[in-house]
């Protein structure tokens, strides 16, 4: 994409940006807002907002661009990356494996088929518990302020922070993700405690973001780990890389396939009906649409992301 | 078995138990003491005893019979007694599968692919930690105190109790039993919290017997439920039965079907290397031998009771 | 049961048989006749008969005992006898498991999990195909020959044939089977070729037979391998032990469990609505009622056996 | 990449691309030759050739050009694109998922685990023989003619032909794939004859091909479905889009995640030791090294694809 073609792209999304929200919008009745912890559901089943930011800090928005939602799985992108920073691809890769799988709410199948006994992959829950693990750190407390630094600084937003709501409800429901972190100890996979893995863990899907926010972190990724708005490295590229690569092979749970076939950039959602995508280059995007389908994805905002792909041809393939 | 019959088996056993004993103890080099959790594997690897018990409370007792040992999956059939007489079978049932399967240490597969999501039978680890929710009581405390009533009487030994060391050693160490618990909490298989009802479970795990004990909890087994010695019974018939179902159908782990096979009598072990079984109508019968095959069963152990079916025709087929 | 207690059963049974078949044949109406083969599904689905032989072979019959079926899984608790009888124990339990577990129509996860690559049992339809492929004979005709001879020996019936519709019908539509043939050749179980041994399956699967037949060959398993009319032993008594064994931990498919805690007897059922099952040292006893619950067991057969074994006082714990 | 660029990069390949192959030849001896089928196992371990094509028809090329192999697990990348010319999308994604899985030798799990009992996606065995099922034609030779037609006009080549030897081999040996098949066939999978699907499915892996046919193939889809060098367009951009997407996320069996973070690139092996590549809107790459890694994939192919990545920055993240 040229500067002529961002030009062009930029009007269309200023012209019709709003009217295009408005059509995918119908979509949210086709979903469910998500009910297994109580705090999630909350949230208005009707709403969808979106923002795309340009290298420049640019932003189009549209829909429900005021609305606050935790990150959920989006999380996982980013403790990937900084577990990465903290260890290294070797030694986190000797405790989650490279392979695209999608997650799979009702079944522990994929955590014990993979040998030796690590999860498939980071971005599955199983997977995503044992990077938690790997944020460097001597307790829960400072792992979880050492995410919530990174994370102010990917959002160049010093105010992001932890709803305690979200996390509490997280702690006292997750019996899954309890079962699957016991598991995960007795293959040796987590060295701490698997109540302190699971207060990271917990902590850092409760973070508290905007559809801004979202486009801002995403812009880094799309910038191969410079921010482009300050002109700064904030992550290695080659770290960046490995994330964009399982953003687009299994961010968007069962359905990574069928997204990537049919939007084709690399993207991760999170039961908060939010996902964070970007056009490789260019754009950061955040958007947020609580209804979801019955694999986990907003059901609006999977729409509204196959019509821009469409209309900019944004695939990558 | 008719009156002589047991004169007769009586003398033989008298005669010759010792020297069986001995013919079987070379097995133990064979196996290897259970590892898994610190307070097991001190036992000592190489002794065997066992403790035969008739209706009148005669015994023939052979080998190291000053062993004490706890239950732990011996204690499996009695709280599925307690957790019947408790609840009834429809409650207790609507909790557990009734289909036989051995239980396989590296699996959570048997878990998940009863529907609907609840454990096979209640004598693999996760049946029986959902058993253990049953057991009345207020408290993990009444629970448990109420488990120990219930033993004593079988054993009719009053100072039956729970080996602390083994009690904290299995609760510090339990990865895979929290990791069962806490995927049963998730599909709505225990009501109680997760912490209580293993306290419970490792509780009744870690009671302390000899074979003694064991034969004389067995008599009562054998006796549909009368301990014929007090003339008393202890057991409605039908709970009995049931739980002979399945000592005979899955009580030796994944060596289940090997164990009808070749000694054709219910019974059930523990990894102490501990078995308990019976002759039907006739004996209890108790033994130990803590050095185990790859399934998880006294090797010694399986040895002699296969010598005494052979050579009493005890075999139910 | 000495002989003044089968007076007085015989009296009951002569007494009260035909009512107790009437009051158990309403429950036809909660099954369904198999319909996975047409020739199955052609089955009445409202007859329920029944046939008791004693060691004499008095009969004591009941309902619509000139129905004629086809043996189908019955089938394969005789042809593991003569594979047994025609191999030995040690090279059959080399290509089939020990281990009970229930036949699931709709997954062949269970022949995978065992180790190395084997069916769990002879009872499963991947241990049965095992089991055909071992049966002496050069050539498929010459293994369907034998086992034919071998049961029309049992039933005392040489007039005992293959129904030629079942058989192409099965052999027309078993992509099942054939898949789990396939995959047993791969995993190195099968010596012969896939086609023969579905042709000796298949053919042994379509003996057509009546209560009576039945009865009779269940008669030989009630008295150890010896026919009691003929005083003949047929069977080494140890191959009619592991056969019994089977019967009672895995012969009613994924209801095996249910029906040892309920009935407490060996038995085998076939999709032809047929079980055969025997009070062990007594009786042989051969029913058939077409319509099947949902584990694939005749609705009405399940429940008029829950009753005579109540009423009988037959159950073996 | 721009016009500089290419000519740069041609440079450097025409000038180093022999020692690059050398320094990745000596990978071969941590590979082993594919040994499931006896053509396959007779393949020399030792040589590495590769082809690299420009939109012109240039070519550099290094190592064992002239080495002829067959095409194996590559022509499903080309069934797939062929059978959604013939079907759409719609009835295509009917019969198989979307979903990214990597493929497993030793299980049928994967085939059985995806609702409602499809195979999980196209590249996977299961997927690929019901892809087959797919292809225009009334009989099997219509259906094969068809196929090898669509492979002669991609590689530009009337003489590509089937290596009836392998074929012979493939047939004769394929007991998994048969397997595979009927349980296909059992789930309503296949409309054809299990026979007649297997026979087009031997014959498309049974195409022989060298380098240069691969690099010309890669061409096409590297330019969206033109052949650039006859400025035709071949197939449909959307299928092209399908078919790399499903290359990217799981073209290299188990190792299609390592593949994609580690190269970053389209690709499809084959047991053969092939690899087919491409650089998008550049290059079609072909290569042939026989020896494999334990997830069947070229070992020196895969690093020299790696090295040729890195020293290009070809990876598309």
Redesign the interface.
């Known amino acids: 994409m040229n500067l002529d073609e961002h030009t062009t792209t930029w009007k269309q999304l200023n012209d019709h940006l709003s009217e295009w929200v408005r059509a995918s919008k119908v979509h949210t009745e086709d979903g469910h807002v998500a009910s297994y912890i109580p705090e999630l559901a909350n949230a208005p089943a009707d709403i969808l907002g979106i923002c795309i930011m340009d290298a420049e800090g640019n932003t189009v928005a549209a829909g429900d661009t005021d609305y606050h939602f935790t990150l959920q799985s989006i999380s996982k992108v980013f403790t990937l990356i900084l577990a990465l920073m903290d260890n290294g691809e070797e030694m986190v890769f000797s405790k989650v494996?490279?392979?695209?799988?999608?997650d799979d709410f009702n079944?522990?199948?994929k955590l014990?088929?993979v040998e030796p006994g690590i999860p498939f992959?980071p971005l599955i829950n199983a997977g995503a518990i044992a990077i938690s693990s790997l944020i460097a750190g001597n307790t829960p407390d400072e792992q979880t302020q050492r995410i919530l630094q990174f994370f102010r600084e990917l959002a160049d937003n010093p105010a992001l922070d932890i709803n305690q709501d979200v996390f509490k409800s997280e702690s006292d429901t997750a019996?899954?993700n309890?079962?699957?972190?016991?598991?995960l100890?007795?293959n040796g996979v987590l060295d701490r405690e698997?109540d302190d893995v699971l207060q990271v863990y917990f902590n850092h899907c409760s973070i508290q973001v905007n559809c801004t926010d979202l486009a801002r972190m995403a812009l880094v990724l799309a910038h191969n780990g410079v921010d482009p708005i300050r002109n700064q490295r904030l992550i290695p590229r080659r770290f960046?890389?490995?994330a964009?690569?399982?953003m687009?092979?299994?961010g968007m749970y069962?359905?990574?396939?069928?997204f990537?076939?049919n939007v084709?950039l690399?993207a991760k959602s999170g039961v908060s009906g939010s996902i964070l995508t970007m056009v490789?280059g260019r754009y950061g995007i955040g958007l947020v649409s609580p209804a979801l389908n019955r694999k986990g994805n907003s059901t609006a905002g999977v729409h509204l992301l196959g019509k821009l792909s469409q209309e900019f041809d944004w695939?990558?393939?």
Do not use: D, W
């Open positions: 494996g490279m392979e695209p799988t999608g079944s522990m199948l014990e088929l992959n019996h899954r309890r079962s699957l972190a016991y598991f100890k007795h698997v960046v890389q490995i964009k690569t399982f687009f092979t299994c069962n359905a990574s396939g069928e990537a076939m084709g690399p490789p695939s990558l393939f």
